[in-house]
């Protein structure tokens, strides 16, 4: 009976171990075939402006490249910014796209200067309000003295 389980117990370990190397390559196969630059006879090219609305195909950051692969029912769009090239698969991922790249333009525009300034005179309004609160109410900080040695 013991030996029928140890049996039993290796078998489905095998069991598993096929499977998730199954898995495996069937992942690996698969992204092989998204990622693969060869055009079928089922590949067509499609014109963007018959895709998507004309808001996505450019903008400020962005430009759309057109004609658009379409593999099956799924669109392959090649986006142009001033911060390189994108790539997005299908409508959905291609207005992700366009709303990170607006998001990293509006980063960069930030003022580096100003934020220095303001996160210094932050840092610096800090003691300066301890310093108050030690003048304003000497006697209820000097209370909380011990308290803060005996957390030491």
Known sequence: MI???????????????LVVLFLFLSALFATSCINADIVEADDIQISTEEL?????IS???HTVISPTMVV?????YKINT????FSATGNLKLG???HEIN???????IDK?????DSVGDALKKPVEGVVQIVGHPVSTLKGVPMVWSLV
């Open 82 to 85: 001033p911060f390189g090239e």
């Open 72 to 76: 099956g029912a799924m669109p392959y």
């Open 103 to 109: 998001v990293i333009q509006e980063l960069r525009a």
């Open 113 to 117: 200067s100003k934020l220095t300034i």
């Open 59 to 61: 903008g400020a950051n």
């Open 52 to 56: 998507i609305d004309k808001k996505l």
């Open 3 to 17: 030996s029928f389980q140890i049996n039993q117990k290796n078998e489905r370990r095998a069991t598993l171990s």
């Open 96 to 98: 992700r796209r366009v």
